[in-house]
């Protein structure tokens, strides 16, 4: 018995400030708001009349204008959005990068400098380039279509009640386009030589060599960026609060959980919050279950 | 022996890790010191604060401490606030704006009534009735307004209007909808500027005041007005009116934005609270002309910034001294002279003020007092917060009735 905690003793003496801070500020705090999200403090007074599932509830069902499921329509759209431009931009990169242009060094950075920029940063000059002005008042993107002549590329961008939110997922893509590239390119890095070569002596052509040979060694690249831009993009706030502050056009939860938190609204905050960290959990999950698969077979 | 040293050593580096969590602020708990808490840092604000600091420090023994939260039009210092009462660790007088936005912090007992001392510093005769109406809930008054502002104010561009042939000011709806006409027909596609989500929900507030009076607008927020009822719906059809002729991208321009469709002569008027001249003159505009908004009559709606005193603060005699001084004639005038705002006593001398502000006190004594929702005085910040959303949605996509009902749900939230 000794012997063991000599063995694992240390080891987990070491971890235990790590693990007891994520203890409680993490799965504490998280228990604690699923606790609140159950309770009735809708305002700043305390009272912890525990009233089950009914604030997850009425967001379905009770909400003035339906303004939950509309967050969610939103968040979806732009997620949706987001992620298609990002994953189709990020392979035809590193597909013309993994081709052997000349400079790819400075390609490489071209791309992948927008990721250094915070969504603050570039939301606020998005919001100037997508101006809805048109015409006479066209500013930004407008303003250049303008002058360009191409006045039928004009459009009314975020502002759109339909399909705003398609316009808020450009700056989005620009900025981790760049990124998913560098993830495909280090894929296409990985694979061995030989897996061409072999191609290549068995009479494939290029066609068929990123079709049968190459491209089926990306899928578990393909499945990380997935993953890890569709969490971020569960999570999206700064990039819209800073292109269009929080309004009802194009408000997703994290925007309303913003929103009913500074009215005091505790409650419905935490119950927001809670199925905010199930979606991202829904995208996570099955991916950690597997990676974990993986790394126990090998 | 070495397995006993490995786990010293890792003993030593869990507790030094451990250790920056149990720091912690020793309180300045000092008798003599009175801690301020605002968003007026800069500006007209921080100097309308300074001169009512110099009023402070003559009236009293206390020493001020300035506990300002700049940024995001005092979005940051709510949470701040908000963080420290649930501490139990509040100011010894907080900022807020004075109305039903307080009722947060009365149904949770977080700031005291302040009815006997309003008595004893005689504010029950300075300060007109309407106003001390408003500030009461069952009876009893919890904060001191430092300052009113006007927010159904009409601006108009003297040169637009004299342009398209408009010489006489409107005073109704129907003459504003007339002359809405005709600057149209003069070729001015938006003759009705106006900005976002709040902007428009003080548009709404003003058309109301029109169509339900005084006393019925003032009723949709205490629940006395049915929201439902066919009056509203005229009111709301008169809105939507409005609307149609604004500009259409609205829901991206801030106030400041939308008053320099204004100052460009891009429209005719602009609705906007009495702080937009400070703006206008800060941008080089002079020639702008102001009305109450047509079919208010002398109804004056108001927002004023008050303070409180806490429950539980550590110095509460110094705290009554910064309310008294609040209050007090001085106070006032020092406060907003500078601000641009006018006193809520009723007792001053107008000359000491600039044109605008002349009129407006004037207004202010002889008028019918009722509060504003969109800047919290009528209501409720949760119900603020969720007309704002539903004003937000309206404005993209004009359902006139989706509008009312939730504006009937919003003004039923905060009043359980």
Redesign the interface.
């Known amino acids: 018995m000794l012997t063991r905690v ?1 063995r694992w ?3 987990l ?2 971890i ?3 693990l ?1 801070l994520l203890g409680v500020f993490v799965y504490g705090l998280i228990g604690w708001t699923i606790k609140v999200s159950m309770s009735d403090r ?5 009272s912890d009349g525990f009233v089950g599932l009914s604030n997850y509830v009425d967001l379905f069902t009770n909400d ?2 339906g ?1 939950f499921l ?1 967050s969610l329509r939103n968040l979806l759209i732009f997620t949706v959005v987001f992620l298609l431009g990002t994953m189709l931009l990020g392979l035809l990169w590193a597909f013309l990068l993994e081709r052997g242009v000349r400079a790819e060094g400075l390609f490489r950075t071209v791309y992948l400098f927008p990721m250094a920029v915070s969504f603050v940063a570039s939301g606020v000059v998005w919001r100037w380039l997508m ?3 048109q015409g006479d ?1 066209a500013g930004g993107l407008n303003a250049i279509f303008g002058q360009l002549n191409l006045d039928f590329l004009q459009n ?1 961008w975020w ?1 759109d ?1 339909e399909w705003g939110m398609v316009a808020m997922a450009v700056p989005a893509i620009w900025q981790l386009s760049g990124y998913v590239m560098a993830l495909f390119l280090a894929g296409f890095r990985g694979i061995p030589a030989e897996l061409r070569e072999a191609a290549a002596v068995d009479g494939a052509s290029t066609f068929q060599l990123y079709r049968r040979v190459l491209f089926p060694q990306l899928t578990p690249v393909a499945l990380s960026a997935l993953i890890i831009v569709g969490h971020m993009s569960m999570k999206m706030f700064d990039l819209i609060m800073s292109v ?2 929080a ?3 194009t ?1 997703v939860p994290a925007v309303y959980v913003w ?2 938190l ?4 505790y409650a419905k905050a935490s119950a927001i919050s809670v199925i905010l960290l199930l979606l991202v959990a829904l995208v996570i999950v099955p991916y950690l279950v597997q990676t974990m698969r993986t790394e126990r077979r090998s | 022996m070495g397995k006993m040293r490995r786990a010293a050593v890792a003993a030593v580096g869990a507790l030094a890790l451990l250790s920056p969590a149990a720091c912690g602020g020793a309180d300045s708990g000092a008798d003599q010191e009175v801690e301020v808490f605002t968003w007026w840092a800069d500006g007209g604000e921080k100097a309308g604060l300074d001169g009512l600091v110099a009023a402070f420090d003559e009236q009293c023994d206390y020493s001020f401490v300035n506990g300002a939260v700049a940024g995001g039009a005092g979005s940051n210092a709510k949470q701040v606030l908000a963080s420290r009462l649930q501490q139990g660790d509040a100011p010894d007088t907080f900022q807020a704006h004075a109305g039903a936005a307080l009722s947060d912090y009365i149904a949770a007992g977080q700031i005291e009534d302040l009815s006997d001392l309003y008595e004893e510093w005689g504010l029950t005769e300075a300060l007109p009735p309407g106003l001390i109406d408003n500030l009461s809930v069952d009876g009893k008054v919890y904060s001191v307004p430092a300052n009113i502002h006007r927010s159904n104010v009409l601006w108009t561009n003297k040169a637009v209007l004299a342009d398209a042939g408009i010489t006489a000011e409107p005073t109704t709806l129907a003459e504003l909808f007339a002359a809405l006409d005709t600057l149209k027909s003069a070729g001015i596609g938006a003759p009705l500027a106006i900005g976002k989500d709040w902007s428009q929900l003080m548009l709404l507030e003003a058309v109301m005041i029109s169509d339900l009076g005084p006393e019925g607008f003032t009723g949709l927020w205490t629940g006395a007005t049915d929201w439902n009822s066919p009056e509203v719906t005229q009111g709301l059809e008169n809105y939507k009116r409005l609307l149609s002729y604004t500009n259409g991208d609205r829901d991206t321009y801030d106030w400041t934005d939308a008053g320099k469709l204004l100052m460009d002569g891009k429209a005719g008027f602009f609705l906007m609270g009495d702080w937009a001249p400070g703006d206008f003159e800060t941008k080089g505009f002079t020639d702008f002309g102001y009305i109450a908004f047509p079919g208010n009559g002398d109804t004056f709606q108001w927002l004023a910034d008050s303070f409180v005193l806490p429950q539980g603060v550590d110095n509460p005699e110094g705290t009554k001294c910064w309310l008294k001084t609040v209050g007090s004639a001085e106070g006032q005038q020092a406060f907003n002279i500078k601000k641009g705002s006018i006193p809520a006593r009723t007792d001053v001398t107008e000359a000491d003020y600039p044109a605008y502000q002349q009129s407006a006190i004037q207004a202010w004594k002889t008028g019918t007092q009722v509060p504003s929702c969109a800047h919290g005085a009528a209501c409720s910040q949760g119900a603020m917060e969720a007309a704002n959303s539903a004003i937000g949605k309206f404005s993209s996509d004009q359902d006139l009735a989706g509008l009312q009902k939730a504006m009937s749900a919003a003004a039923a939230l905060g009043k359980n």
């Open positions: 000599r003793g240390p080891g003496l070491l235990s400030p790590s007891l809708h305002s700043a007074a305390e003035i204008n303004r509309h101006n809805s002005g008042d009314s502002t009640p269009s502050g309004q009802w056009l408000e929103q009913t500074l009215t005091s609204d």
